[in-house]
C-alpha cells in the first residue's frame, strides 16, 4: 500500500458533488498508488464528456482528445511506447455511442490497453439525453414518452468479440473497483472494466439505491472466470441483480506480441531510414 498523494493535482473540478466519478476517480489512484507506479509512466488518454475529464484530475500524462476517439490514440501511444501504462477514460456514450466503431477494432487488436468506462447511462455533459446503454423506457427531455429500445450490453458485446479481460466494477465499491482496476491493468492485453457510474443529475433511476440494493460481488470461491458461457449468463443478468467482477479472464496474444518491428524496442526507440519511409509513403 502506498500514498495515493502523488497523483494529485490542483486542477478545478466541477463534477457535481455526490458525482460517481469521484469513486471512481479515487479507484484508480489507489490502483495506481498500490502497483507504485510512477506518474510519468502513466498515459491516460480519454475523448469528451464528464468521465472523458477524469485525466485533468490526476497527476500524470494525459491526451484528451476527440469524441469517441479515445481507443485509437492510446492503440498509437502503445505501439509508440510500449512502457507506459495506458489507461483509457470513457463515459458510456463516449465508448459504445461514437467510439462504438473503435472499440470494435480495439477487441480484435488487442493491445494492452485498460479501458474504464464511467457507465452512467446517460449523456451527462451534454445534459441528460439518452446514450446506447440507456434501458428501455428511459425518460429524458429529448426522448419524453421513454426510450424506444433495448439497451446495448456492452459486456456480452465484448464477450462475443472475444475479449480476453471483462469486468464490471461498481463506483460506489471503491477498494473492490480498485483491486479489479489493478487486475485489469495486469492483464497482457486489452482489458475492459465497464462501471456503473450514479449520475446524480440526469439519471434518477439508476441510484446509489438502485445499485446497493442490486449490486452483488462473484462468488470468489465457485465462480470460474474461464467459463465464457457463465461469463455471458452472468453478464445478462440486471433487474434483481447485478454482478460485479471479473467475468470473464483467458490467456490470450496480444497484438504487439512477437510483432517484428518491436522485437527492437518501442518504435520512439528506434532509429529509421527516412528513404525507407518516402518509399512506403510513395506506394500507397
Ligand atoms: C462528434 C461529437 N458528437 C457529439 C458531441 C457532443 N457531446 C459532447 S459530450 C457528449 C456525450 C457524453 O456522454 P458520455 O460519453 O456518456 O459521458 P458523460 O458526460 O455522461 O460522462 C456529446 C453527445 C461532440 N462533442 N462531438
Redesign the pocket.
Known amino acids: 500500500m502506498s500514498d495515493t498523494k502523488q497523483y494529485d493535482n490542483d486542477y478545478e473540478n466541477k463534477w457535481c458533488p455526490g458525482c460517481g466519478?469521484f469513486g471512481i476517480l479515487n479507484a484508480i489512484k489507489k490502483s495506481l498508488a498500490d502497483m507504485q507506479m510512477p506518474p510519468e509512466k502513466v498515459l491516460m488518454v480519454s475523448?469528451?464528456?464528464?468521465?472523458?475529464k477524469n485525466p485533468h484530475f490526476l497527476q500524470c500524462n494525459f491526451f484528451h482528445g476527440?469524441?469517441?476517439r479515445a481507443l485509437p490514440v492510446a492503440t498509437g501511444a502503445k505501439l509508440a511506447d510500449q512502457d507506459l501504462t495506458i489507461l483509457v477514460n470513457?463515459?458510456?456514450?463516449?465508448?459504445y455511442?461514437?467510439g462504438g466503431n473503435h472499440l470494435l477494432a480495439a477487441l480484435r487488436r488487442n493491445i494492452n490497453l485498460t479501458l474504464l468506462v464511467?457507465n452512467?447511462m446517460?449523456?451527462?455533459?451534454?445534459k441528460g439525453?439518452a446514450?446506447p446503454t440507456s434501458r428501455r423506457g428511459f425518460v429524458t427531455k429529448a426522448q419524453p414518452g421513454g426510450v424506444a429500445y433495448d439497451a446495448c450490453n456492452p459486456l456480452t458485446l465484448a464477450l462475443s468479440q472475444g475479449a480476453g479481460f471483462v469486468a464490471r466494477g461498481y463506483c460506489g465499491e471503491i477498494q473492490h473497483l480498485s483491486r479489479l482496476i489493478k487486475e485489469a491493468v495486469s492483464y497482457p492485453g486489452f482489458s475492459l472494466v465497464d462501471i456503473l457510474?450514479v449520475?446524480i443529475s440526469?439519471n434518477n433511476v439508476n441510484t446509489y439505491q438502485f445499485y446497493n440494493d442490486r449490486v452483488y460481488k462473484l462468488e470468489e470461491e465457485t465462480y470460474k472466470a474461464d467459463d465464457l458461457h457463465q461469463a455471458i449468463d452472468r453478464a445478462m443478468e440486471w433487474e434483481d441483480k447485478i454482478p460485479i467482477g471479473i467475468l470473464y479472464q483467458k490467456e490470450t496474444r496480444g497484438y504487439t506480441q512477437g510483432l517484428a518491428p518491436l522485437q527492437s524496442g518501442s518504435l520512439f526507440s528506434q532509429t529509421y531510414d527516412p528513404e525507407q519511409v518516402q518509399k512506403v509513403i510513395s506506394a500507397v
Open positions: 466519478n475523448g469528451i464528456g464528464q468521465a472523458a476527440l469524441h469517441g470513457m463515459g458510456d456514450g463516449d465508448c455511442g461514437e464511467h452512467n446517460v449523456y451527462g455533459l451534454t439525453q446514450s457510474q449520475c440526469f
